[in-house]
């Protein structure tokens, strides 16, 4: 089994895969931008990590995603604008890939 970090964990898509990955056996950690969307996060048996694509850098998205092997991105500007467009969809995969390279993580989901 996986441990797969999951960005965009209370998001569309997100918050159907949680429970089929868990579901499966894989270890989940979910990057959520709401302090209250945590416990909702334990009940699927995800461990909930704060923090917001936008804000973070490759950096912290490393540090956040320590101890996995597989990353899913699944977060989505979802038509707020060129600049959260941009942000989200054009430098939120890019933040993903630098991290992935830092930590080891070799399987990317888009």
């Given at each position: 089994?996986?441990?797969?970090?999951?960005?965009?964990?209370?998001?569309?898509?997100?918050?159907?895969?949680?429970?089929?990955?868990?579901?499966?056996?894989?270890?989940?950690?979910?990057?959520?931008?709401?302090?209250?969307?945590?416990?909702?996060?334990r009940?699927?048996?995800?461990?909930?990590?704060?923090?917001?694509?936008?804000d973070?850098?490759?950096?912290?998205?490393?540090?956040?995603?320590?101890?996995?092997?597989?990353?899913?991105?699944?977060?989505?500007?979802?038509?707020?604008?060129?600049?959260?467009?941009?942000?989200i969809?054009?430098?939120?995969?890019?933040?993903?890939?630098?991290?992935?390279?830092?930590?080891?993580?070799?399987?990317?989901?888009?």
């Amino acid at each position: 089994m996986s441990n797969i970090f999951l960005i965009g964990a209370t998001g569309g898509v997100g918050s159907r895969l949680s429970p089929k990955l868990v579901e499966a056996g894989h270890t989940v950690k979910g990057l959520h931008r709401k302090p209250e969307q945590a416990d909702d996060l334990r009940k699927q048996g995800v461990e909930p990590v704060l923090g917001n694509i936008i804000d973070m850098t490759a950096d912290d998205l490393a540090s956040a995603m320590n101890g996995c092997d597989t990353a899913v991105f699944s977060a989505g500007a979802a038509g707020s604008g060129r600049d959260k467009t941009t942000a989200i969809d054009g430098e939120g995969p890019e933040k993903l890939i630098e991290a992935a390279r830092a930590t080891g993580v070799n399987r990317i989901y888009l």
